[in-house]
């Protein structure tokens, strides 16, 4: 979805920098037919106990502005959260990328 019209490649790459990813590795990312799966992998690995609403913060900001990344993780977590409130109405999880 990072990888997506209208906001193409320069999100990914926005992102990227954000996450201090260095300019050489952003190079070899943006040629990959998956730059944004990439992307995520690579802030999963580096930023282990990053939410899934700071990462959601990080993509309002100016410059990227995806919300519509963050609609769809919001309504994901909202039906996570109501299938465990079915499932097992006391536990709580916090969510990571």
Do not use: W
């Given at each position: 979805?990072?990888?997506?019209?209208?906001?193409?490649?320069?999100?990914?790459?926005?992102?990227?920098?954000?996450?201090?990813?260095?300019?050489?590795?952003?190079?070899?990312?943006?040629?990959?037919?998956?730059?944004?799966?990439?992307?995520?992998?690579?802030?999963?690995?580096?930023?282990?106990?990053?939410?899934?609403?700071?990462?959601?913060?990080?993509?309002q900001r100016p410059g990227i502005e995806r919300n519509d990344i963050v609609d769809k993780l919001c309504d994901?977590?909202?039906?996570?959260?109501?299938?465990?409130?079915?499932?097992?109405?006391?536990?709580?999880?916090?969510?990571?990328?």
């Amino acid at each position: 979805m990072l990888d997506h019209e209208p906001y193409g490649l320069g999100c990914t790459k926005k992102l990227a920098t954000l996450y201090k990813m260095d300019a050489f590795d952003i190079k070899n990312l943006l040629k990959q037919s998956n730059p944004g799966e990439l992307l995520l992998d690579y802030i999963h690995a580096k930023f282990p106990n990053k939410t899934v609403h700071e990462f959601c913060k990080d993509l309002q900001r100016p410059g990227i502005e995806r919300n519509d990344i963050v609609d769809k993780l919001c309504d994901f977590l909202k039906n996570r959260k109501d299938d465990e409130q079915l499932s097992s109405p006391t536990e709580t999880e916090k969510s990571h990328v």
